[in-house]
């Protein structure tokens, strides 16, 4: 059995949690088990998802929960797993996902993403590649199903 964390921006949490149920669906459809680590976005409010991380900060619980969040899912996670899943919809790589991306490199973890771009900045309309970040994927995974064939 391996285990994949995932890395994703809370703005693609819904899609996130589609992409592991299927993945989740396929493993059991074909025997597998795969041990499945994803960032904690089930307490956070949903219209966070929709702002930028400035404005996220701005909201008094968010700010008193974010860097907890990032701790746990970096030691409690990204250290533990055998592969580190970045989910980039559209390419998009926030602050916190870029770090547990470079975290992710230093501690010798194979590294997929499910988009070829590494953009940071303003999502959608004031983004920038970030070369630094793309040095480290491995490769880019675009499905579940390919996923698992990678984990297996």
Same mark, same amino acid.
């Given at each position: 059995?391996? !285990? ?10 819904? /899609?996130?949690?589609?992409?592991? *149920? ?7 459809? !074909? ?5 499945? +680590?994803?960032? *904690? ?5 949903? @219209? +966070?998802?929709?702002?930028? /991380? ?34 980039? @919809? ?7 996902? *870029?770090? /547990?991306?470079?975290? $992710? $490199? ?6 997929? $993403? ?33 996923? +698992?064939?990678?984990?297996?």
């Amino acid at each position: 059995m391996r !285990s994949v964390v995932f890395c994703a921006s809370i703005r693609f949490r819904n /899609e996130l949690a589609d992409f592991v *149920n299927r993945l989740q669906a396929e493993a059991a459809k !074909s025997g597998r088990h795969v041990h499945v +680590l994803t960032p *904690n976005f089930e307490d956070d409010d949903p @219209k +966070l998802s929709k702002m930028e /991380e400035k404005d996220r900060l701005k909201d008094d619980l968010y700010r008193a929960i974010v860097a907890g969040k990032v701790y746990d899912h970096l030691f409690r996670k990204v250290r533990v797993a055998d592969v580190c899943f970045i989910f980039n @919809k559209d390419g998009y790589i926030g602050a916190n996902t *870029n770090g /547990e991306l470079f975290a $992710a $490199a230093v501690l010798g973890k194979t590294i997929y $993403a499910l988009e070829d771009k590494t953009l940071m900045g303003s999502y959608p309309h004031g983004l920038y590649e970030e070369p630094s970040s793309r040095k480290f994927i491995h490769d880019i995974v675009s499905d579940p199903e390919e996923l +698992l064939k990678r984990l297996h």
